[in-house]
């Protein structure tokens, strides 16, 4: 009679759950994506490619001496686009 009884429970249980996501109220948005418009940040770009070289490199799709000439030419560039503004 027990184990009914606790099967039971468990059963509610679980039904709930399941049935929980659909009487909750929509999950809002992390960013309001109304309130910040969409800015291209070459500086940001330069930061995120380097890091896709860092990353190539490591996997083994580059050389050191392509990862190399690559890597100091992104940064030249990030330098570069830092002292002019």
């Given at each position: 009679?027990?184990t009914l ?16 996501p659909?009487f909750l ?5 992390y960013?309001d ?8 940040d ?5 930061l995120?490619?380097?890091g896709?070289l860092?990353t ?14 690559l890597?100091?030419?992104i ?8 002292h002019?503004?």
């Amino acid at each position: 009679m027990f184990t009914l009884i606790l099967c039971s429970l468990a059963s509610v249980l679980i039904a709930a759950l399941v049935v929980k996501p659909f009487f909750l109220s929509p999950e809002k948005p992390y960013f309001d994506p109304q309130a910040q418009p969409h800015v291209f940040d070459e500086s940001l770009s330069l930061l995120e490619g380097l890091g896709e070289l860092e990353t190539d490199y490591r996997l083994g799709k580059l050389n050191a001496e392509e990862f190399e000439h690559l890597s100091l030419e992104i940064k030249r560039d990030y330098l570069k686009l830092k002292h002019e503004s």
